[in-house]
Every structure is written in C-alpha cells, then in structure tokens.
C-alpha cells in the first residue's frame, strides 16, 4: 500500500513540476532599488498647547526649534519615498511644571514630497522643576510640501529625581528651508 502511494505521490510530483516552473516564470517579482534622491538641511519650529497628565493635570503652551537634515530614499519605478530626518534642538513645555529640554532624535518617514507621515522619537536632556531631567518624546506628524507645513501629536514622559510627568503636545510645525524652495521654484516659474 505505501509503495502505491510513493509511486502515485511521484507520478503526480513530475507532472506538476513542469507546471510550477512555468508559473515561477510568469510572475516575476521586482524588488525596489531605493537609492538616495533628496538632500535637505531643515529649520523647524512648532507652535501649541502642552497638556500635562501627572504630576497633575494641567494646559500651557509648547514650543519646539529644530535643526537637522532630510534624506529621502526613493525607487526608481516610484514607490512611496523613505524619508530620514535627524534632529537636534530646543524644546519648552509650559504646562505645570515647566520643562526645558535639548532635544535628539532621528524622523522616520513614508510618503512623497507633497504629503509624508513621520514617526520621530525624541531623547531629552533638560530641568524640569529646578531639576535636572531625562525623557522621552515621541511625536506622529502629518507632513506637506517636503516637510514645510506639518501638524504634530506627541506623547512626552519625563523624569527627575522623584518626579514623573507625562503629557501630550499638539504642534503645527514650519521649516523654513522647504518652504523657502517652493517660494522660490514659484517664483521661478513665474518668470517663464
């Protein structure tokens, strides 16, 4: 009886053997070839409300400045950019008690020039309350024209000495650099 069904299990194995190397080269899968496309120094600044949950509830005003570059990986058949966006800079928390902090961190992106969404974990060094202070801010942001109009949700939790404070920023954020290109590519344009 096993023999039987080797022999049937390898008649059917060489029939269909044929037919699988035909299928494997109709459908030929192409891999993206992502290659570097955009080069970009940024200046960034974000404006909003600061909303703080411990050590207790309450609202200010938040501010952020950034410096740092852009690097956009794109393939050539056009699929969506890779975006990578390190950053140093300042960040000011007014909701109780207030945080001033440096700022790093490396963006992460998908989308294209016109709209991207980045993901950018942030370390912090700073005081908070008189103390000095470690955390983490990491932010969600809806990005247009290469990054120049942007609109911010992060999540900020901070830690000095016995205090632990965790709040929420909502930011609409400017850089400079890219806004300044499409200036001045319509203003070229113009000219034509």
């Known amino acids: 009886m096993s023999r039987s069904l080797l022999a049937g299990w390898l008649i059917a194995s060489a029939c269909l053997l044929p037919r699988q190397a035909e299928a494997r080269k109709r459908v030929r899968v ?5 290659h570097l496309t955009l080069k970009l120094p940024s200046l960034r600044i974000g404006l909003g409300p600061s909303f703080t949950a411990s050590p207790m509830r309450s609202a200010g005003f938040g501010f952020q400045l950034h410096a740092g570059g852009q690097f956009a990986f794109q393939d050539v058949r056009r699929y969506p950019a890779l975006f990578l966006a390190p ?3 300042y960040m000011f928390d007014g909701a109780n008690p207030r945080h001033h902090s440096a700022a790093f961190g490396l963006g992460l ?3 294209n020039p016109r709209v991207r969404f980045m993901f950018r974990p942030r370390f912090l060094l700073g005081r ?3 103390k000095t202070a470690v955390g983490l801010n990491t932010g969600a942001a809806l990005e247009f024209m290469m990054g120049g109009i942007g609109l911010e949700l992060a999540h900020q939790v901070s830690y000095a000495d016995s205090i632990v404070r965790q709040g929420v920023q909502v930011m609409v954020t400017l850089d400079f ?3 300044a290109l499409v200036g001045v590519r319509r203003w070229w344009q ?3």
Not at 30 to 34: K, S
């Open 87 to 89: 950053e140093f800079g």
């Open 109 to 111: 992106g998908v989308g």
């Open 128 to 130: 908070l309350d008189r």
């Open 30 to 34: 192409e891999n993206p070839n992502y």
């Open 190 to 192: 113009k000219e034509d």
């Open 177 to 179: 650099v890219p806004l």
